[in-house]
């Protein structure tokens, strides 16, 4: 005998996929610690120059919770699914970079020079405008492999943005490096912007030519070369990079999107001699331009002997070379600054004079926070590069993780390379510290990278629709014995 029951109605698909949180309430209150950090590191720089806590320590917090909770409602309204890391991290960098930035602005010698004064807040105004981007970016750009189609656009757009300091009239040449454009009373540094488009450019490019890249004709001393025809595209980024450094005089910006390219290069094709080729190419072009460039030179110079440098800036020399001690500086003030620093307002960076509060202000953290202040910031930056590395190995197209790992490599660069400067372990390149040193250009443009970060990072989490309901499905009888 066996017994006939009815059962419920089953449909066809029923069971949705089942996604990640959105992680947007713990991004919620990661904001308010890297919002209160800043606060209460603005309240001590107060305490240690004027007794009293700053008067402007109400508004500054207000503005700084403002301007990080407008992200926020954009990423919940826009990206829901997007990393809850990565706009704390921004968050926390900027609102340190602006204390340093006021604590520079307090320092009579600086104001003396005209460095500093009134930088702090156009730098905080920097900041809402590149926020602004940010929310733009997740507002307009919902898919990023829209950015695909673009791809010879992006490459065209970028090389239009490297050029524009050459041009007569528009470009100035500030301190030897012409890379600056002025608009009115504004300045702009084109390079900042052209490192995501570049980026673009390459992950399209990289996407569709990556088989062919990654052929190799012979192997030698344990290394898969490449075919020769394959070799044009990095002799071509290199070629580019060497012109940037010859007409621009600008290191780190070369370095920079040669370095990144040779990243994204490595990824797609997963080849090894990409990496030796590229560290070749990069070295030779750098020997190469030096020997003859006097600007390059002397950034050479200052990076071998500093103390030398140092001596020569307060004599009456007549070789004409403008020698810096800028690095000198920086070095004591690193020194002084010893493992736990002098305290926020104690320290006397100001000594750098010229760029403390941008290129050099880095030494500024070094020494009023000490080593473990400086390994702080640096761990902050490595968690935004992970974050972003961990969002490009969660993409599901190719062009997503190349894009992602494009931008990234690109923020490491630069933090490699400005870090490395400043402390001497590389010539001094003239870039500035993402999110912490003033400038508008560097503050937007990467405000604008997080943003599309975020974008990758929100496709990538965001969980697969569940599959449309049967309306025609049959009930299913289960027989039992």
Same mark, same amino acid.
């Given at each position: ?12 698909? $029923?069971?949705?996929?089942?996604? &990640?949180? *959105? ?39 207000? !503005? ?26 921004? $968050? ?20 003396? =020079?005209?460095? &500093?004064?009134? $930088? ?33 656009? *992006? ?18 040449? =500030? ?9 009115? *009373? ?9 490192? =995501? ?88 072009? &750098? ?53 736990? !620093? *002098? ?30 202040? =400086? ?100 009930? $299913? ?5």
């Amino acid at each position: 005998m066996s017994s006939t029951t009815n059962s419920p109605t089953h449909h066809t698909s $029923t069971i949705g996929a089942i996604g &990640a949180p *959105s992680r947007r309430n713990t991004e919620l209150a990661l904001l308010v610690f890297a919002v209160a950090i800043p606060v209460f590191a603005y309240a001590n720089v107060g305490l240690a120059i004027n007794d009293q806590v700053p008067a402007g320590l109400l508004s500054y917090g207000l !503005g700084l919770g403002l301007l990080a909770g407008v992200a926020h409602l954009a990423v919940r309204k826009f990206a829901p699914y997007a990393d809850p890391l990565l706009l704390p991290l921004a $968050t926390l960098l900027n609102g340190l970079g602006l204390v340093a930035i006021w604590r520079l602005d307090q320092s009579k010698l600086l104001q003396a =020079i005209k460095v &500093a004064g009134t $930088t702090a807040p156009r730098q905080l105004m920097y900041t809402a405008m590149g926020i602004a981007l940010f929310v733009v970016v997740l507002i307009f750009l919902k898919d990023h492999r829209v950015l695909q189609r673009y791809t010879y656009i *992006s490459m065209v757009g970028a090389l239009i943005l490297l050029l524009l300091p050459l041009v007569p009239g528009l470009g100035a040449n =500030i301190y030897g490096a012409k890379i600056w454009i002025h608009i009115g *009373s504004f300045s702009i540094q084109p390079g900042e912007f052209a490192k =995501i488009v570049l980026a673009v450019f390459f992950a399209g490019y990289l996407m569709v030519k990556r088989d062919a890249l990654a052929l190799a004709s012979r192997r030698f001393m344990g290394l898969y070369l490449p075919r020769g025809r394959d070799l044009g595209p990095i002799l071509v980024v290199w070629a580019i990079s060497i012109l940037i450094l010859v007409f621009e005089t600008d290191l780190g910006t070369s370095l920079l999107f040669f370095g990144m390219f040779v990243i994204m290069l490595y990824v797609a094709t997963e080849r090894t001699s990409w990496i030796v080729f590229g560290l070749l190419m990069s070295a030779v072009g &750098a020997v190469g331009v030096a020997s003859f460039e006097p600007h390059i030179q002397t950034r050479v110079q200052a990076w071998l002997n500093p103390m030398r440098e140092y001596k020569l800036s307060r004599t009456v020399t007549h070789d004409g070379i403008v020698h810096s001690d800028q690095l000198q500086q920086a070095l004591w003030a690193f020194g002084s600054g010893g493992t736990l !620093g *002098s305290g926020w307002g104690q320290g006397h960076s100001d000594l750098i004079k010229f760029a403390a509060n941008s290129d050099f202000i880095l030494a500024t953290f070094g020494e009023e926070l000490g080593l473990a202040g =400086i390994m702080a910031i640096l761990l902050i930056y490595g968690l935004i590069v992970e974050r972003g590395v961990r969002t490009a190995l969660a993409a599901r197209d190719p062009f997503g993780k190349l894009l992602a790992v494009g931008l990234s490599g690109a923020f490491a660069l630069q933090v490699f390379v400005v870090a490395g400067g400043v402390m001497g372990l590389i010539p001094l390149t003239g870039m500035t510290m993402p999110f912490l040193a003033y400038g508008g250009s560097s503050v937007i443009a990467n405000w604008a990278l997080v943003g599309i970060l975020l974008r990758i990072s929100d496709t990538a989490r965001r969980p697969a629709p569940a599959p449309a309901t049967n309306p025609d499905a049959e009930m $299913t009888q289960v027989v039992r014995p």
